[in-house]
């Protein structure tokens, strides 16, 4: 059995699902595209070719082997797109949450079930049809899950909407004992420089008490000003509306002081040296273009 654990973003990584580029499938169309960022690629003819994918992800393998992580990769399905894994599900604490994700993705659920087969049954749970909730939107951060979200009328019109406040008030029920913060997301389904898809697209914590933030993202300044109180002004690594288009508060923490970031991240990677982190650089930017990036492409089982 796994005994699942996840309390926050940067513990020690004893266990892992990474997502796979393999038999990815055809280049969407136009019409196919889930976000403004692949749409953009796809017009211009620079959509990612399977080959370089799957290399990019082997290079994150290649990192996992290194520090002793135990690595599971979903079943192959055929021509279809399986990269990014932090949408299917998420651990809180000891319990895993299925997503009720984009009708067109339920299949990836199905090629991780070998996984969930793994855990103990009473601690896997799927929320009500009504209830949207994606993984690049929950956030640990020890006595705190802070959750992005669109709390727009029309909510329903934004294929980049992905958690509505019914998947807030779900998580807030499930863990009474938690603080549970929602931030309201900018979104936009035709301009990528101006939409959080997740909330990983404009926050994440790093080691015990720093972070990277993009301010614009957020459509309430008091939800910033929150994360900046939280955290303090000092703690914070503030990304460009550049930065936060090529997702550079997306990456991933093997370990408090161990951070896997993309090699042209040059601004962040210097950052976060000079506050004394190993930074494991590889190369991500093909993946990046359908609006993922590392810890998008990740599912944490445990974590110490």
């Given at each position: 059995?796994?005994?699942?654990?996840?309390?926050?973003?940067?513990?020690?990584?004893?266990?892992?699902?990474?997502?796979?580029?393999?038999?990815?499938?055809?280049?969407?169309?136009?019409?196919?595209?889930?976000?403004?960022k692949?749409?953009?690629?796809?017009?211009?003819?620079?959509?990612?070719?399977?080959?370089?994918?799957?290399?990019?992800?082997?290079?994150?393998?290649?990192?996992?082997?290194?520090?002793?992580?135990k690595?599971?990769?979903?079943?192959?399905?055929?021509?279809?797109?399986?990269?990014?894994?932090?949408?299917?599900?998420?651990?809180?604490?000891?319990?895993?949450?299925?997503?009720?994700?984009?009708?067109?993705?339920?299949?990836?659920?199905?090629?991780?079930?070998?996984?969930?087969?793994?855990?103990?049954?009473i601690?896997?749970?799927?929320?009500?049809?009504?209830?949207?909730?994606e993984?690049?939107?929950?956030?640990?951060?020890?006595?705190?899950?802070?959750?992005?979200?669109?709390?727009?009328?029309?909510y329903?019109?934004?294929?980049?909407?992905?958690?509505?406040?019914?998947?807030?008030?779900?998580?807030?029920?499930?863990?009474?004992h938690?603080?549970?913060?929602?931030?309201?997301?900018?979104?936009?389904?035709?301009?990528?420089?101006?939409?959080?898809?997740?909330?990983?697209?404009?926050?994440?914590?790093?080691?015990?008490?720093?972070?990277?933030?993009?301010?614009?993202?957020?459509?309430?300044?008091?939800?910033?000003?929150?994360?900046?109180?939280?955290?303090?002004?000092?703690?914070?690594?503030?990304?460009?509306?550049?930065?936060?288009?090529?997702?550079?508060?997306?990456?991933?923490?093997?370990?408090?002081?161990?951070?896997v970031?993309?090699?042209?991240?040059?601004?962040?990677?210097?950052?976060?040296?000079?506050?004394?982190?190993?930074?494991?650089?590889?190369?991500?930017?093909e993946?990046?273009?359908?609006?993922?990036?590392?810890?998008?492409?990740?599912?944490?089982l445990?974590?110490?």
């Open positions: 059995m796994l005994q699942l654990n996840v309390k926050n973003e940067t513990s020690r990584l004893r266990a892992v699902v990474l997502g796979s580029a393999v038999n990815n499938g055809p280049i969407p169309t136009a019409d196919e595209a889930y976000d403004p692949s749409l953009e690629h796809i017009l211009a003819g620079t959509y990612p070719v399977e080959e370089d994918m799957v290399n990019e992800m082997e290079a994150f393998n290649k990192v996992f082997q290194k520090y002793d992580v690595v599971f990769r979903p079943e192959m399905i055929e021509n279809y797109n399986q990269i990014f894994t932090r949408d299917i599900g998420f651990v809180i604490d000891d319990v895993f949450i299925k997503a009720n994700i984009l009708p067109d993705r339920n299949r990836e659920l199905d090629a991780i079930q070998y996984v969930i087969d793994q855990i103990n049954p601690k896997v749970v799927r929320p009500p049809e009504d209830v949207h909730i993984g690049g939107d929950v956030m640990l951060w020890n006595d705190y899950i802070f959750i992005g979200t669109y709390k727009g009328s029309d329903k019109d934004y294929i980049t909407a992905r958690t509505n406040m019914q998947g807030v008030q779900y998580i807030k029920d499930l863990f009474p938690k603080i549970v913060k929602e931030f309201d997301l900018v979104k936009s389904k035709l301009e990528a420089r101006d939409n959080a898809l997740h909330l990983d697209c404009c926050f994440q914590p790093v080691g015990t008490n720093k972070g990277i933030i993009y301010k614009s993202g957020f459509r309430e300044e008091a939800d910033y000003v929150f994360l900046v109180k939280l955290f303090g002004k000092e703690n914070l690594f503030h990304i460009t509306r550049d930065e936060m288009y090529h997702m550079n508060s997306n990456v991933f923490s093997i370990a408090p002081d161990v951070v970031s993309e090699k042209n991240f040059t601004r962040l990677n210097n950052w976060l040296r000079e506050q004394g982190f190993t930074v494991e650089e590889i190369p991500y930017a993946i990046a273009k359908q609006e993922g990036l590392l810890r998008c492409s990740t599912l944490p445990i974590r110490d």
